[in-house]
C-alpha cells in the first residue's frame, strides 16, 4: 500500500510518498522527440481537442500544449483548481473554441477527476506500483476553502482512484513543520512551550494568511483570512503585461504559444527575485521570434504595481 501526501496546487500539484521511514518526492516523466523531461511537480492543466474530445493532463499536456498550440482544435487551461472558484454542484468549465454552445462547456468535477487520474497514473508509473495498489492520501487545501470547495475535492480524489484518508488545512501543514524545526532546537529548554504562529500561504492561486496554535501534537488553526483570487499566477500576468507595454511593435496579436512562452519567462524571472540580489527582469522578444530589443523592468517598478493587489 502506498502512503501520499498530496498538495493540489493551483499552478502545480505536488506528491510525497512514505516509504520506509522515508519521504520522497514523487518525480513526473514524459517522453519526447529530444528524451525523456523529469520533473518534481506535475502541472495542474488540462489539453483538450475540441475536434475528437480526447484531453492530457499535467506534464503531457504542458508538453502536447508547445508542439500544437497554433491549432485552433487546441484548448488549453492552465491552473486547474482556480474553476473551483465560487463552486457549486454542476459547476462547468467553458472552452474557448468550441462554438459557446452547450457541449463547449466541461464538467468541472469530471475535469478534475480526470486531471487527479493522471496524477494517480503518473505515482503509480513513477514508483513502479501494481494499477489496483491502493493509494492512501491526506490532501492538503487552503484554510478559507469553502464547504462545497472541500466537498468536491474530495470527491474528485475519491472518483481517481485515490483512498483519503485525512484532509489537512496547508497553514497547518506549515506549522507541522515549523514545530518539528522548533522542537529539534529544543534539546535543552522549553521544549513543549506552546507558541502562536502566523502562517502566510502564497500560492499560485489564493493568498491566505493564518494563525495557527501549536501545543505538542495539537495544531489548531485559530483565525484564517485571505484573497481567494490572488496568487502568482497573477504577478506571472501582471509582469507579462509590464514587459508588452515596453515591447516595440505591439506584439499583442501573438499565436497562444508565444505567449504562454512570454508567460513562463515573466515567471522564471520573477522567481529570481527570491535570491535576494536581482535588480532588473529581463526578456528579449528575439528569444521568442518576436521583434525588437531586450526590454527591462526594474524590480522595485514590478512592486510597485504589486502592492494594490496586497493591499486588501
Known amino acids: 500500500m502506498a502512503r501520499l501526501g498530496v498538495d493540489f496546487g493551483t499552478t502545480n500539484t505536488v506528491a510525497v510518498i512514505h516509504d520506509r521511514g522515508m519521504f520522497s518526492v514523487v518525480l513526473h516523466a514524459a517522453r519526447t522527440s529530444a528524451g525523456t523531461i523529469v520533473q518534481e511537480v506535475f502541472p495542474s492543466a488540462i489539453l483538450v481537442?475540441?475536434?475528437?474530445?480526447?484531453?492530457?493532463?499535467?506534464?503531457?499536456?504542458?508538453?502536447?500544449?508547445?508542439?500544437?498550440?497554433?491549432?485552433?482544435?487546441?484548448?488549453?487551461?492552465?491552473?486547474?483548481?482556480?474553476?473551483?472558484?465560487?463552486?457549486?454542484?454542476?459547476?462547468?468549465?467553458?472552452?474557448?473554441?468550441?462554438?459557446?454552445?452547450?457541449?463547449?462547456?466541461?464538467?468541472?468535477?469530471?475535469?478534475?477527476?480526470?486531471?487527479?487520474?493522471?496524477?494517480?497514473?503518473?505515482?503509480?508509473?513513477?514508483?513502479?506500483?501494481?494499477?489496483?495498489?491502493?493509494?492512501?492520501?491526506?490532501?492538503?487545501?487552503?484554510?478559507?476553502?469553502?464547504?462545497?470547495?472541500?466537498?468536491?475535492?474530495?470527491?474528485?480524489?475519491?472518483?481517481?482512484?485515490?483512498e483519503v484518508v485525512d484532509t489537512?488545512?496547508?497553514?497547518?501543514?506549515?506549522?507541522?513543520?515549523?514545530?518539528?524545526?522548533?522542537?529539534?532546537?529544543?534539546?535543552?529548554?522549553?521544549?513543549?512551550?506552546?507558541?502562536?504562529?502566523?502562517?502566510?500561504?502564497?500560492?499560485?492561486?489564493?493568498?491566505?494568511?493564518?494563525?495557527?496554535?501549536?501545543?505538542?501534537?495539537?495544531?489548531r488553526v485559530l483565525a484564517s483570512a485571505g484573497i481567494e483570487d490572488l496568487g502568482g499566477d497573477d504577478f506571472d500576468e501582471l509582469l507579462l503585461g509590464l514587459f508588452m507595454e515596453k515591447m516595440q511593435p505591439s506584439p499583442h496579436g501573438i499565436s497562444p504559444l508565444t505567449r504562454h512562452a512570454l508567460l513562463r519567462q515573466a515567471r522564471a524571472q520573477k522567481e529570481t527575485i527570491a535570491g535576494g540580489i536581482t535588480r532588473s527582469l529581463v526578456v528579449n522578444p528575439m528569444d521568442f521570434g518576436l521583434d525588437g530589443r531586450p526590454v527591462s523592468i526594474r524590480v522595485e517598478a514590478f512592486y510597485d504595481r504589486i502592492r494594490p493587489l496586497l493591499a486588501p
Not at 465560487?86 to 477527476?113: F, H, I, K
Not at 476553502?145 to 466537498?151: C, I, K, L, W
Request: glycine share 10%; net charge negative; proline share 4%.
Open 49 to 162: 481537442d475540441t475536434r475528437t474530445g480526447q484531453r492530457w493532463y499535467g506534464l503531457e499536456a504542458d508538453r502536447r500544449f508547445g508542439q500544437v498550440a497554433g491549432s485552433e482544435t487546441q484548448v488549453f487551461v492552465p491552473s486547474l483548481k482556480r474553476q473551483l472558484r465560487n463552486y457549486s454542484e454542476g459547476r462547468r468549465v467553458a472552452m474557448p473554441n468550441m462554438g459557446g454552445g452547450a457541449d463547449s462547456c466541461l464538467d468541472l468535477v469530471d475535469v478534475l477527476s480526470g486531471f487527479l487520474k493522471a496524477l494517480g497514473d503518473s505515482i503509480r508509473q513513477s514508483q513502479g506500483l501494481a494499477p489496483d495498489e491502493p493509494l492512501e492520501t491526506v490532501v492538503t487545501w487552503p484554510a478559507n476553502a469553502n464547504g462545497a470547495q472541500r466537498h468536491a475535492t474530495r470527491k474528485c480524489f475519491r472518483q481517481a482512484g485515490f
Open 168 to 219: 489537512l488545512n496547508e497553514p497547518t501543514a506549515s506549522a507541522i513543520e515549523l514545530a518539528d524545526c522548533l522542537t529539534a532546537g529544543r534539546a535543552n529548554k522549553d521544549r513543549c512551550r506552546p507558541d502562536a504562529v502566523a502562517v502566510f500561504d502564497l500560492g499560485g492561486g489564493t493568498f491566505d494568511a493564518s494563525v495557527v496554535w501549536i501545543d505538542g501534537n495539537d495544531f
